[in-house]
């Protein structure tokens, strides 16, 4: 079956600007998880939902990231005011309960 | 807080040889689970193995086989006569069973191997 994609693939938007990625689950996976890649840090957990709620938020770096997710299946993460430090690959992945996460191939940002 | 820690930043082989991928974890959970994922080139992760904490059997599939010890807080991974495709970044992982921190992974840094024909 397909698996977790994520859109876009890659992101480039200027310093200050808002912008907002993607991520379509695998079908009937109830969890959603949103990690961040980047050379100096490695890979960080931002944000874990359960179904629409998002019962552990304490990766997000700061107010002026955040994320939500409807219907169960689709999340938005946004990231406002863009700053160069924001500029890493986001990773997306999915998991039914508290099974394996499976992972998507990311949007690589990259904030000028 | 929980911790990952693999000590072997790159690792660099000969096709066929015989490579272990180190890990080491510290958590305060009674039960929690293990992972390893693998990031070839292309970058997205793949994941290779779960393990639950109260199962230290180990585990063999194919070339690939895994070593869990809790006495040792070690969960290690050894690839028999490695491929050139092998090469990728490996990554071990590591989640709480409940709690509030219950979906989270924490990753290691990674370990790159590289395997030239």
């Known amino acids: 079956g397909a698996g977790v994609s994520q859109s876009p693939s890659n992101k480039v938007t200027e310093k200050g600007k808002d912008v907002e990625l993607r991520c379509d689950p695998i079908?009937?996976?109830?969890?959603l998880y949103w990690y961040r890649q980047s050379l100096g840090q490695g890979l960080e957990f931002l944000i874990y939902?359960?179904?629409?709620?998002?019962?552990?938020k304490s990766g997000l770096p700061s107010d002026r990231f955040s994320a939500e997710r409807t219907g169960g299946s689709v999340s938005t993460l946004t990231i406002q005011r863009t700053q160069q430090e924001d500029s890493a690959v986001y990773l997306c992945?999915?998991?039914?309960?508290?099974?394996?996460?499976?992972f998507g191939p990311g949007t690589r940002l990259t904030v000028l | 807080a929980q911790k990952v820690t693999q000590a072997q930043t790159e690792i660099s082989v000969v096709e066929k040889e015989d490579v272990t991928l180190d890990c080491v974890y510290e958590t305060r959970d009674t039960t929690y689970y293990l992972f390893w994922y693998k990031q070839p080139p292309s970058g997205e992760l793949v994941f290779l193995i779960r393990?639950?904490?109260?199962?230290?059997q180990n585990e063999i599939s194919g070339r690939y086989s895994w070593n869990f010890q809790k006495s040792t807080s070690s969960f290690n991974f050894t690839i028999t006569a490695s491929q050139v495709v092998d090469s990728a970044v490996y990554f071990c992982a590591l989640r709480s069973a409940g709690g509030t921190s219950y979906g989270k992974l924490t990753f290691g840094q990674g370990t790159i191997l590289t395997v030239h024909p």
């Open positions: 992945a999915s998991s039914t309960g508290a099974d394996t996460q499976y």
């Open positions: 939902f359960q179904g629409n709620s998002a019962p552990d």
């Open positions: 079908s009937g996976h109830t969890a």
């Open positions: 393990r639950n904490s109260f199962d230290e």
